[in-house]
């Protein structure tokens, strides 16, 4: 299987010269080519291939000699990259999303990259890799690898470290996947309070990295304006070193939010044998356009991302639910459905046997229960509405976060629901008036 390792490196003067040289011309090319191709289309729909692409380097060269000082072969990349965008592009068009994204120019100011796709070496016994036109360079080998390197990508961050990927054939065979089992499968119901909460009780909270570092970022911003007035628009040598700090900064916040999420997507696949989660269609599960929401639907992709691959890579089952099953209204040991739940109610009763859920629990155990039936692996007679969990799911968590079965206080719930259904329903009789008001108070106990 294909495995990408992604090392840090530290080159000379003289290397990241050469570095500036190659990513100068890849962009150089990769703007020139998305120019050529919309022009050619704008004046008489003509759509330029790769290949026709391709042909007109040479000409190309000849006119800016300087390109012919780099590696040939990332040029080629370059156009290659730009055929991919042009192809996710159009599927996204297909697709119906909403943002499509057309291919963009792209600028020396972000996160700039050039490939190698052959002539690469690497010696992990010294620490050094060597790229066509470029040798020796120092990278930390923080781990080694064994099979055939494919592509390697050198990219530079906005604040100005450099890093090799390096994509590897290993000719490992995928492992099989176990057959799923309800005892060893777990659900996970990922959420903006915390953030993820698992159908055994446990909550793993957000760790918020970008709202601790958000007084930083406002304020290097604020500086960064300032220097940017201070000087009508000239870039000067402080300005700089401000955007290189503030450039830290977000790396700092991305590595951190990498972290956690690989640790918990690694934990989670060694610790079970399934995993069940909501089909996340991230964009229609927050609905407002608040930073934090934004901030946790990105988290959520990436960790979803991850664990599809990290399921591939170690044989674990990965099932998904669909969004719209009724995942946090429902009661998941008798199927009772609280319509009137709302978003600030964090426990609740289920009022037909009892039982004290808390919200977010009660929603993974039934992300579970929905995967495995989807799955046919809950073979029951009665259907889903009306059954009893079958899995001791609720056992296991009463058992370990005191969730507690309360009868009397349901069926008092229930009358009170029923008083008012009655009330609003207008319905007078005096006799049974005084039972109500009784119900209704008797609610106050509580
Ligand atoms: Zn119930």
């Known amino acids: 299987m294909m495995k990408s390792y992604k090392y840090r490196l530290y080159p000379t003067k003289a290397q990241e010269e050469a570095f500036a040289q190659h990513l100068g011309c890849v962009r150089f090319i990769y703007n020139w080519a998305l120019e050529t191709k919309n022009k050619a289309y ?13 042909a007109k380097l040479p000409a190309l060269k000849k006119e800016n000699p300087w390109l012919s000082e780099v590696n040939a072969q990332a040029l080629q990349s370059s156009l290659r990259n730009l055929d991919n965008a042009y192809t996710n592009f159009f599927r996204r068009v297909k697709q119906g999303a909403k943002e499509v994204g057309f291919p963009k120019f792209k600028s020396r100011k972000n996160k700039q990259s050039f490939q190698c796709p052959q002539r ?50 290993d000719s490992k065979v995928l492992p099989a996947k176990p057959k799923i089992d309800p005892k060893t499968a777990i659900g996970i119901d990922l959420g903006l309070k915390d953030f993820a909460v698992l159908s055994t009780g446990e909550k793993i909270a957000n760790q918020r990295f970008n709202e601790k570092a ?55 696949i060694r610790e079970n044998q399934t ?24 988290s959520w992709s990436a960790f979803v991302r991850m664990l599809i691959y990290k399921c591939e890579w170690y044989g674990k089952n990965l099932v998904f639910i669909g969004r719209f099953e009724p995942s946090s209204k429902m009661c998941s040991d008798c199927g009772w459905t609280k319509q009137d739940l709302k978003l600030s109610d964090r426990e609740w009763v289920c009022q037909k046997c009892g039982v004290e859920h808390d919200r977010d629990v009660n929603a993974a155990v039934n992300i579970k229960t929905f995967a495995l039936h989807n799955q046919n692996l809950i073979k029951e007679k009665i259907p889903l509405h009306e059954r009893k969990s079958t899995l001791g799911e609720i056992e296991a968590c009463k058992a370990r976060s005191g969730i507690k079965r309360n009868k009397t206080k349901a069926k008092v719930l229930a009358k009170h629901d029923e008083a008012l259904l009655r009330i609003r329903d207008g319905e007078n009789d005096t006799s049974k008036a005084a039972i109500l008001e009784k119900t209704l108070s008797s609610d106050r106990v509580w």
């Not at 000067?236 to 830290?248: F, I, Y």
């Open 42 to 54: 704008i004046k008489d729909k003509t759509k330029m291939s790769f290949f026709d692409l391709s």
């Open 214 to 268: 958000a007084k930083r970022i406002a304020k290097l911003n604020r500086k960064m304006a300032k220097q940017k007035t201070m000087n009508k628009g000239v870039h000067t040598k402080n300005r700089e070193k401000t955007r290189v700090k503030l450039a830290r900064l977000y790396e700092k916040v991305s590595n951190q939010r990498d972290d956690f999420l690989h640790n918990l997507s690694t934990r989670l």
């Open 120 to 169: 690469v070496s690497l010696d992990f016994e010294n620490g050094k890799i060597s790229i066509p036109k470029i040798f020796e360079i120092k990278v930390v080998f923080h781990r080694k690898f064994k099979g055939e390197v494919k592509t390697t990508t050198i990219s530079k961050t906005k604040s100005g470290k450099y890093f090799v990927s390096v994509l590897v054939e």
């Open 275 to 298: 995993i069940c989660l909501e089909d996340l269609n991230v964009s229609g599960m927050v609905k407002n356009h608040k930073l934090s929401g934004s901030i946790a639907s990105a």
